[in-house]
């Protein structure tokens, strides 16, 4: 059963823009800080950014500025807008919520983002 769809992403030239969106089930939008995560070749997958159903954020230091996390509550979806983006953003991102209170955790499938001229 899928949980988070993910959607966006794809073939981006350097300073350019790209967004992320992904859409999850009401009940575990409503009770899950959401969340992304990215993956680069031969690298351990690492936190971006997350936003909690109260507001709270918290980005990697390497996107801070550029990247922004938002929730629309209407459409169960987060949002990531990349701004400025470098080649070193190039990896696979990971949509996740972690439903709180508790330890359930879920992720989407991954979706590819690409910094290249």
């Known amino acids: 059963q899928v949980q988070l769809v993910e959607s966006g992403g794809g073939l981006v030239q350097p300073g350019g823009s790209l967004s992320l969106s992904c859409a999850a089930s009401?009940?575990?939008?409503?009770?899950?800080?959401m969340g992304w995560y990215r993956q680069a070749p031969g690298k351990q997958r690492e936190l971006v950014a997350t936003?909690?159903?109260?507001?709270?954020?918290q980005y990697a230091d390497s996107v801070k500025g550029r990247f922004t996390i938002s929730r629309d509550n209407a459409k169960n979806t987060v949002v990531l807008q990349m701004n400025s983006l470098k080649p070193e953003d190039t990896a696979v991102y990971f949509c996740?919520?972690?439903?709180?209170?508790?330890?359930?955790?879920?992720w989407g499938q991954g979706i590819q983002v690409t910094v290249s001229s």
């Open positions: 996740n919520a972690k439903v709180v209170p508790g330890t359930d955790m879920y």
């Open positions: 936003r909690t159903t109260g507001g709270r954020m």
């Open positions: 009401t009940w575990i939008f409503r009770f899950s800080t």
